[in-house]
């Protein structure tokens, strides 16, 4: 297997007391044998698994029928016409295969999640990097989840947290996730139907750590994000970008403190998914920052 000569299309055998192993490649340490093919399995399309729902890259509805045949715990199998988009930021799907619907529940590391494509956007793709921020992060601490939408990053979060506010502008997401909190039996998530980029200016607390995963737009709310932490605090910003070190410059503009940039996933060909882990350390108002409101309850 190291050496990549296994045949995996051929079984193993036993031959009294040794193991015939078939290999593609004949060398000095083999012989010949017979060996009974193996079934292999049907090329399914390429698809994501949101729960009980597939996502179809093409409109394929015979590979959808033939992949909803080969995974018992689907239900539906749908095909993104549009990209997210919106204020909201939601698509639209047309399904191709099983029952007429764009929700489902998503299980995550014990949690569930009951999400609706259509509604709200979600994906599963930050599992890993959700629980790696949970892993980050001291008990006792005040989260502020900038854009939550169905709760995924604030009800992580609120394992350790004493508290987290989690706002988003969409109402279906909202909705969605005050259901979630009652699912997963969370009683220190704060739900908020807000516009981040007005939540500074109304909300006077600061805190220990603001999650940021608009990878679209976050930019424009850095400002916002450095008003809610509290000097010591950290954000994670979650942004889409074509180079490394991309957002460094307008991050520096905001803070003296380490800032630690990784990739999550690959995008798209010519652009990458990346998280800037900053260390908040105002910036005094003679380099010309100012530090705004510093109240602590």
């Known amino acids: 297997m190291e050496a990549d000569l296994l045949d995996r299309t051929l079984r ?24 009974e093919e193996r079934p292999q399995p049907e090329a399914l399309p390429r698809h994501e698994l949101m729960g009980g729902i597939a996502l179809l890259q093409e409109r394929d509805v015979a590979g959808a029928e033939k992949l909803l045949a080969a995974r018992p715990s689907l239900h539906t199998v749908l095909y ?12 639209t799907f047309a399904l191709l295969a099983g029952k007429d619907t764009t929700r489902t529940r998503y299980v995550e590391y014990g949690l569930r999640f009951e999400i609706d494509l259509a509604v709200a956007y979600f994906s599963p793709r930050l599992a890993n990097e959700r629980q790696r921020v949970l892993n980050l992060m001291d008990k006792g601490e005040r989260v502020f989840d900038l854009f939550a939408g ?5 009800i992580t979060l609120a394992r350790k947290a004493d508290v987290v506010f ?17 699912l997963n039996h969370v009683d220190n998530v704060v739900p908020v139907l807000a516009d981040a980029g007005r939540i500074g200016r109304v ?22 994000a450095f008003d809610l932490c509290r000097d010591g605090g950290w954000i994670h910003f979650y942004a ?6 991309e957002f460094t410059p307008r991050i520096e503009a905001y803070t003296e403190g380490a800032v630690h940039e990784r990739v999550v996933r690959s995008y798209s060909p010519s652009q ?19 530090t705004g409101t510093n109240l602590v309850p």
Not at 80 to 91: H, K, L, N
Not at 150 to 154: H, T
Not at 203 to 224: G, H, K, Y
């Open 12 to 35: 193993p055998r036993r031959d009294g007391e040794f193991l015939l192993v078939p290999v593609t490649e004949q060398s000095e340490h083999t012989e010949r044998a017979a060996f």
């Open 203 to 224: 909300c006077m607390l600061q805190w220990d750590r603001v999650i940021m995963n608009l990878p679209l737009m976050s930019a424009r709310f850095l400002e916002t």
């Open 150 to 154: 169905v709760g995924p990053f604030a």
């Open 240 to 245: 889409l970008q074509s180079e490394e070190g």
């Open 80 to 91: 993104p016409e549009s990209a997210v988009e919106g204020e909201f930021r939601t698509r």
């Open 272 to 290: 990458h998914h990346a998280v800037y882990d900053i260390e908040v350390k105002k910036l005094q108002k003679e380099k010309g920052y100012s």
């Open 166 to 182: 989690a706002s988003d502008i969409n109402p279906g997401a909202v909705h969605l996730m005050v259901e979630n909190l009652r």
